[in-house]
């Protein structure tokens, strides 16, 4: 059973993360991102960025790293066998670059239960080291019930 | 073709397909550090009540995302992502799956200096991904 009483928890418990220029290569070869500027740092620095841009969803491996510390602790009540998917949105207020040293601050925005599904919302707030934000990931999971 | 404040709603920008294999599931998972079984060991995805290896919803969105990155230039321009994961992806083994997308323009807000691109993701012909919009910066 999922506990309901986490809405409105933060969790900040997760180390800060290096963004590396390996890293987002290695993502980009993945999701087919052919542009130059994820893996050529004098083609970014010639575009106005500091190093390689990472792509778009990239920032999903910093969120999730970071929704670890509520969803994996079995007190979250969250049975990852029982776990889909169900929605992602990303808003970057600036594209994660290589040498970006980044902390994130999970917060359980929603858990709703009906018909058996329980969907348990996340937003996952991403900040560099001086405290500015870079970017913002929702992450809602259907988690269903023993029944369903 | 550029998309900017003149660009009218409903012009297709792009349209593609990616080849999915395993091969490409395994290395995703390693990219992103995602390594839930049902991603590459059929006898769990089975077990667990799936028709086979599923790919990550996440690679399917990040592939899309990727096809309008690689469109745009900069994937600097990228303002806000996202979509709802309406159906799995089966990847068979020996094989691959096509993942078509295609990106075409929703709206144009000139004053803001963006625009919204809806990106329809399909396998065979059945959208795999539900409300997948982008707000892009124009150019």
Known sequence: MVDLSRVGAVFTGTPPYTVSRAKIAEFADAVGATSPLHHDPDAAVAAGYPDVVAPPTFAVVIAQRAESEYVADPASGIDFSRVVHANESFTHTRPLVAGDVVSTAVHVDAINERAGITMVTTRTEIADDGGAPVATVVSTLAVRGEGA | ?139
């Open chain 2, 1 to 139: 073709m550029s998309l900017s404040a003149q660009t009218e709603v409903g012009t297709e920008l792009f349209s593609t397909t990616v080849a999915v294999d395993r091969a490409r599931l395994v290395r995703y998972a390693g990219a992103s550090g995602d390594f839930n079984p049902i991603h590459w060991n059929e006898r769990f995805a089975t077990e667990v009540g799936l028709p086979g290896v599923i790919a990550h919803g996440m690679l399917t969105m990040g592939i899309a995302g990727a096809a309008l990155t690689d469109w745009l230039g900069d994937p600097g321009r990228l303002v806000s992502y996202g979509c709802r994961f309406t159906r799995p992806v089966v990847v068979p083994d020996p094989g691959e799956v096509e993942v078509a997308v295609r990106g075409v323009v929703g709206a144009v807000d000139a004053e803001a200096g963006t625009a919204r691109v809806d990106l329809t993701v399909s396998v065979d012909g059945a959208t795999v991904l539900g409300k997948a919009q982008a707000h892009v910066r124009l150019a």
